[in-house]
């Protein structure tokens, strides 16, 4: 059994700033990418940031040089800070994790239950 629980979203100005963290617990062997994805009403779930274990990165071009994830290999963490926030950004972001849960597993994805980060005056 697996985990991943999001905190640090909510309600921010335009302009502002916002940290989500997601840490993976349970039976974990190894973590190899981790990331945010986000889902706006009427919108498909989409990519906003990702990070492989090495530490290599990769945005979404809506997000460049406003965000930045990292990661934390020992304690199963991953950040996103969100800076620069803009009305568009307001969705539901889900932390992303692609988790073996024992020597030669190949792993899978799992899911965080999601959190609202909403910019508005």
């Known amino acids: 059994q697996v985990q991943l629980v999001e905190s640090g979203g909510g309600l921010v100005q335009p302009g502002g700033s916002l940290r989500l963290s997601c840490v993976a617990s349970?039976?974990?062997?190894?973590?190899?990418?981790m990331g945010w994805y986000r889902q706006a009403p009427g919108k498909q779930r989409e990519l906003v940031a990702a990070?492989?274990?090495?530490?290599?990165?990769n945005y979404a071009d809506s997000v460049k040089g406003r965000f930045t994830i990292s990661r934390v290999n020992a304690n199963n963490k991953v950040y996103l800070q969100m800076n620069s926030l803009k009305p568009e950004d307001t969705a539901v972001y889900y932390c992303?994790?692609?988790?073996?849960?024992?020597?030669?597993?190949?792993?899978?994805?799992?899911w965080g239950q999601g959190t609202q980060v909403t910019v508005s005056s």
């Open positions: 992303n994790a692609h988790i073996g849960s024992y020597w030669g597993d190949s792993g899978r994805d799992y």
């Open positions: 349970g039976s974990i062997f190894s973590i190899n990418a």
């Open positions: 990070i492989t274990s090495g530490g290599g990165t």
